[in-house]
């Protein structure tokens, strides 16, 4: 059964110090995607990956870092950088750019204390 | 880079309403608008798009419309009923190679019965 899994649902930890959310496909898509939603804020795009390898700064990138080594999984960093990173944090997947769609993972929701 | 304006943040309607919301977007070469569905607790789930070489799209309740001229595009979902209730959110890009969903920041649409 294809989807987009992201791992673990509820992430908790302390301040300053760095956090790795995992995100992983098996829809064979190209693209990956990362977004942050706080409430009223819309999603913010953080990270994206067009192919292995390569990835590309979104809107709200500082803080945060991302690896691109397999097509199927785009884990997302989140730093000491990052000035309030407590939120809900979704991966999404898409064919190949962006006009197809995408497919998002039910995300990961990471509380700082 | 895009910027999407979405209005209204929230929408109250009784059950077998209309209902419509509005998205403004701001670079011109965008050509790709979809509309996105996030049930509380739930992922975001595409429910329609549109491509700026069609100025409306319909699928059963729903349908979207688009002026390229005015760069803003609009949901419609007519009969509503309670299990419409949930946030919507806009989106745009260019759709090409290297580029990413902007997105709105969302309508939290409540249908009573």
Redesign the interface.
Known sequence: DGGITQSPKYLFRKEGQNVTLSCEQNLNHDAMYWYRQDPGQGLRLIYYSQIVNDFQKGDIAEGYSVSREKKESFPLTVTSAQKNPTAFYLCASSISGVSYGYTFGSGTRLTVV | ?ENVE?HP?TLSVQEGDSAVIKCTYSDSASN?F?W?KQELG?????II?I?SNVGEKKDQRIAVTLNKTAKHFSLHITETQPEDSAVY?CAA?S????????????TTLSVSS
């Open positions: 880079g979405q943040s790709y979809p996105y739930k992922r975001p789930q595409l798009d491509r959110f890009s759709g090409q190679a290297g580029t990413a969903l902007i997105f709105g920041k969302g």
